[in-house]
């Protein structure tokens, strides 16, 4: 949570947070944020946990340049 | 989340602006084979990461037809998965046959209306049955939808489906007169396994000319709708605003295969 709170201080510092940036923020959202039917859980654990055994997750970022 | 037609990918941060979403994408390889992408809008171009997050786009692909992760599918999400698996299952085993668009019209136009219309007597081709719905003024045209333009050699891979991927077939019907446009989707298919399962037919898009807006009306209660859509227009008519009790929706954009009866 430290963690999380000190990267967005960084952010929000910079123009334009980094693909590494993104990626950190995105996995650990909670995704009951996103539906609240869901349990409280990061993104990347829940996508793992659901969809993830027995297979490979790729992450990535779009991202208008 | 708009809705997206078949093949269509993610666009998220397309389209320019400083509005458009930053999203991250999880692409995650199954086995034996199929993937699921999730993208996550987690912020916008102009004001970086933050916000409520949603999901933007999903697919499961690979895995029979593709089907498309709307917004709220997530808690279901496994279940999901396990239907596309069994849909893969059934239809894996077939041959993929050519795409042929006038049989799969001829097929729509002749089966039973009591087959797509939940409680229509039986003995009428469902053809004759929606022929018959507006009355002698209105244009028939039926086309087919989901499998890239007709003429094109290379239609699925123009849609931008890879070879392992497949798509639902859709034979669609449309009536014009002057009051009125209605659509009617039936999905009779894929496109590379032709004609298999059962034949749906979405509820009619019915869209009022002189009140500038569209209903969608489940097909038992077409006749009910068209009627309503034709009485009088009242002194006063606020447009866009669906008030009978049905749901207004968004035009979509139908880009098959053109086939005039």
């Known amino acids: 949570m430290v963690a999380l709170a000190v990267m ?43 969809l993830g055994r027995g297979g490979t997750v790729t992450w990535g970022i779009r991202r208008l340049r | 989340m708009a809705e997206r037609s078949p093949g269509e990918s993610d666009d998220c941060a397309e389209g320019g602006g400083d509005s458009a979403p930053l999203c991250i994408t999880a692409e995650v390889h199954l086995r034996p084979r199929g993937r699921v992408v ?20 999903g697919t499961i692909e690979g895995l029979g037809p593709t089907e498309q992760v709307e917004t709220g599918d997530l808690p279901g999400l496994a279940p999901k ?23 799969w019209i001829r097929t729509v136009q002749q089966m039973p209306a009591a087959q797509l219309v939940p409680g229509h007597p039986a003995g009428t081709s469902f ?43 859709f034979v669609n019907v449309a009536l014009e007169d002057p009051d009125a446009h209605l659509l009617v989707r039936v999905r009779i298919g894929t496109c590379r396994k032709g004609i298999v399962g059962k034949a749906v037919a ?25 009627a309503e859509m034709r009485a009088p227009l009242p002194a006063t008519t606020q447009t866009g605003a669906s008030s009978r009790g049905r749901g207004a929706v968004t035009p979509r954009s139908t880009s098959g295969s053109q086939n005039r009866r």
């Open chain 2, 81 to 103: 998965l396990r239907a596309a698996r069994a849909v893969d299952a059934r239809l894996s085993p077939l041959p993929d046959v050519p795409i042929d668009d006038d049989a």
């Open chain 1, 8 to 50: 967005l201080l960084g952010l929000a510092a910079g123009p334009e947070p980094s693909e590494a940036d993104v990626l950190a923020y995105g996995k650990s959202l909670d995704v009951h944020r996103i539906d609240p039917r869901l349990a409280s859980e990061p993104l990347q654990s829940w996508v793992e946990r659901t």
């Open chain 2, 38 to 57: 999730l993208s996550i809008a987690v912020g916008s171009v102009q004001g970086g990461l933050g916000g409520r997050p949603a999901l933007f786009f």
């Open chain 2, 202 to 226: 979405s509820p009619a898009h019915l869209y009022d000319k002189r009140r500038h807006r569209i209903d969608q009306i489940p097909l038992d209660v077409l006749d009910a709708g068209i």
């Open chain 2, 127 to 169: 053809g004759d049955w929606i022929a018959a719905r507006m009355g002698p003024r209105a244009h028939v045209t039926w086309s087919t939808e989901g499998c890239g333009p007709r003429g094109d050699p290379h239609r699925l891979e123009t849609m931008g489906v890879a070879p392992d991927q497949d798509e639902w077939a």
